[in-house]
């Protein structure tokens, strides 16, 4: 029995082979592969012996010969095949362990060149990963480290890996060939400014029990290669139960609101819509705020925090029904206090800014929307007024707050706010007068008819003047909206008619 090594990750290779050799069979290994094993004690068959010409071009041409595949691809049930084999002088190879040149972690070294990336490409790894996977009836493929104790296992106990061990790894090798392909299109059709296909890659990360429904099958993926801060993929849970469909669904829209914060900041959410919403001093005057702008629909929702979950902190937190807690840390009193209540889930996720660019996809029926992450927010300043009343320091504090909480509110969306923290929130209604009567009848129940100093945020312009005569009648007495609409000039007369300051951004921020 013959295996062919020729590996980049050396990871366990020694032991491994050693257990080979021991079990009779004889290794034949390349290169860099052949120098470690031979210093180990290894002895090889150097792959130029077994074809009878040496390594070209700095090693790019070595293994693509027929002594190899021929080797590999022979059927051995078939006498034909194996007369050619005997005829030629070339032996079969039954066992090939294989890695691939690392080309994605080169290219995600900075400042790599196209060169270099280009000499990571791997050629005859590849071509000796599919031969031995497509011969896997006769041919144990082995390209993962991870493999190697339960291969080994089975040759020193069988003699051999069993029919179903060779299929699986078959099918791993085809996997791994695949993505590494990917890897490699997706960046040569960057350089060469190609975008009409799409490769994406994503590994399962855990089976759910059911998707938004019981009725529905789901599984949560995440992304290959690619890691980056505000993700529940690399997310560590600390307490409770498994997280569902919905739970992860809302958990990243609450931190995709986090991270438009530096200062303490704290939001509550319910059905991917903030429910409250604070900044403060520090993270018990941000929970409290939030609390305090909606007491009722944070029943059973999600909290977040850009700073560490303390005790006191805790302590206000754990009467309430909450389904997950996340911070980028908990106190170890905190995690042992909230860790009393054994459902409740307690995520501790990277917060790490600034966020870097990323592209989100929406599938939909027979396709796959791919667009921008909406990540940039643009500061609100007072040259943004088109109104005779200007805008006070205070109210621009308020309005930039509302402004980066409306962002995440499902369109139609309209925020009521002060003092950095919401009051009211009308989401995802069919006309935007809908949604700014929701917000303005929960802020004025909230603070008992007391709309003084609140400001009014909307992700999209207002096509009438209603909304703002209504927060007229509410005592609204500035607003930030994108403007843009044909009737502009509308709403801008009905604030000036009401002593309204308005700002528009230019930059609208819908939500669907």
Known sequence: MRALVSVSDKAGLVGFVKGLEACGWEIIATGGTQKLLEQ???????????????????????????KVHGGLLARRDIPEHMATLKENGIETIDLVCVNLYPFRQTIAKEGVTMEDAVENIDIGGPSMLRSAAKNWESVTVVCDPADYDRVLGEICENGN??????????????????????????????????????????????????????????????????TVPFSLATAVQLNGKELSYNNIQDANAALNIVREFTEPFCVGLKHMNPCGSAVGKDVVEAWQKTYEGDKTSIFGGIVAFNREVNLEVAQLLKPIFLEIIMAPSFAPDALEFLSTKKNLRLLQVDMTLPVPAQRMYVSVNGGLLVQNQDIETKPVVAEMCVTAAKPTA???????????????????????????????????????????????????????????????????????????????????????????????????????????????????????
């Open 394 to 512: 205070k109210q621009l504090e308020d309005l930039a707050f509302a402004w980066r909480i409306v962002k995440h509110v499902k369109s139609n969306a309209i925020v009521v706010a002060k003092d950095g923290m919401t009051y009211g929130v009308g989401a995802g209604q069919m006309n935007r007068i809908g949604s700014a009567e929701i917000a303005l009848k929960q802020a004025s129940a909230t603070l008992g008819g007391n709309m003084e100093g609140l400001v009014l945020a909307s992700d999209g312009f207002f096509p009438f003047d209603d909304c703002v005569a209504l927060a007229a009648e509410y005592g609204i007495k500035a607003i930030v909206q994108p403007g843009g609409s044909i009737r502009d000039e509308d709403s801008v007369k009905k604030a000036d008619e009401n002593g309204i300051t308005m700002l528009m951004t230019g930059e609208r921020h819908f939500k669907h």
């Open 40 to 66: 180990n004690g290894v002895k090889t068959i150097g792959i130029s012996e077994v074809t009878g010409f040496p390594e070209i071009c700095d090693g790019r041409v070595k293994t693509l010969h027929p």
């Open 161 to 226: 890996t069993s029919r179903e061990t060779r299929l699986e790894l078959s099918a791993k090798a085809y996997t791994h060939t695949a993505e590494y392909d990917s890897c490699i299109a997706t960046y040569m059709r960057a350089q060469a400014g190609l975008s009409e296909k799409l490769f994406l890659e994503f590994e399962e990360k855990q089976g759910l029990r059911y998707g938004e429904n019981p009725h529905q099958a789901a599984k949560f993926y995440k992304t290959v290669g690619e």
